[in-house]
């Protein structure tokens, strides 16, 4: 929706250039006394009586999701899961590589070190069973 969609639904509208006033519909409103105006992202809506915004959607037949106008889909909700395990999976073969490298280079491992190489594995395990399911 955008804030055309929303000022169509109101009465006694007036105002202009992103900012409008208009009667509430959560209350009787005599006079306007909601506040309206577009952000970036959403309508921002406020009634100077005190009704929640909730309310005021709901007498609209609008649910708060509704004011904003680019609603999060399942399909790029699971795109940025997907970025932020194969991130999670990178950053954990790393830590683990290394590890790796100085044990056969190096040194002995502290008991540190093996606990981390140890909690990366299984990590990873985690990370590609999830990826995969």
Not at 33 to 59: K, M, N, P, Q, Y
Not at 106 to 129: A, C, F, N, S
Request: net charge neutral.
């Amino acid at each position: 929706m955008n804030a055309q969609d929303i000022l169509d639904r109101l009465e006694q509208v007036t105002g202009g250039n992103g900012k409008w006033i208009a009667c509430c519909p959560s209350h009787l409103d005599k006079s306007p006394s909601l506040a309206i105006s577009e952000a970036v992202d959403r309508v921002l809506v406020h009634c100077f009586a005190g009704c929640e915004t909730t309310d005021v959607t709901s007498a609209m037949g609008l649910n708060l999701a509704d004011l904003f106008y680019n609603k999060l889909t399942s399909c790029e909700l699971t795109k940025r899961k997907l970025q932020r395990f194969e991130d999670a999976l990178r950053h954990e073969r790393l830590q683990v590589a290394i590890i790796n490298s100085v044990e056969m280079t190096e040194r002995p491992l502290t008991v540190y070190e093996k606990e981390r190489r140890l909690l990366g594995q299984q990590r990873i395990d985690k990370i590609k069973g999830a990826l995969h399911e």
